[in-house]
């Protein structure tokens, strides 16, 4: 099944400037800022700058430039937020949901970065 991107989801809004976002770190080819309904003390997404659906299509088809960027900002908003478990901050939990099964709320890949509490068992086992 081929992906379509939609242009007018959210993320994408937020990468032309349409709807404004609380930044927390902005890369060539990366933004993070803050979840406007977070789940935890400390909620960052991560999404990347090109048209991406899911994270599989983006590992499908970016670029080698646009994957190491992308992780690269996922560690450096780690750092930012202070939850690295090297440093003494705790850890955190990574999170990316795919299609409807995964319960993918906006179809533009975005990685969610929770940290700042116990988070829990990551799912149900039921």
Same mark, same amino acid.
């Not at 996922?74 to 090297?86: A, D, F, H, N, R």
């Given at each position: 099944? !081929? ?10 809004? =937020?990468?032309? /400037?349409? =709807? ?17 309904? !977070?789940?935890? !003390? ?42 690295? !478990? ?15 099964? /995964? ?16 988070? /829990?068992?990551? =799912?149900?086992?039921?």
């Amino acid at each position: 099944m !081929p992906y379509n991107y939609d242009d007018q989801n959210i993320f994408a809004k =937020i990468l032309r /400037g349409e =709807i404004p976002c609380n930044k927390v770190l902005e890369t060539e080819h990366s933004l993070a800022f803050h979840d406007i309904n !977070p789940a935890a !003390p400390k909620h960052v997404l991560v999404i990347p700058k090109g048209s991406y659906v899911t994270y599989d299509h983006f590992a499908q088809i970016a670029s080698s430039e646009e994957i190491t960027d992308f992780v690269r900002a996922i560690g450096k908003v780690c750092k930012i937020l202070e939850v690295e !478990p090297s440093q003494g901050g705790g850890g955190f939990r990574a999170i990316s949901n795919s299609g409807e099964a /995964g319960l993918q709320e906006v179809p533009h890949l975005h990685v969610h970065i929770l940290g700042g509490r116990n988070l /829990g068992p990551m =799912i149900s086992k039921s």
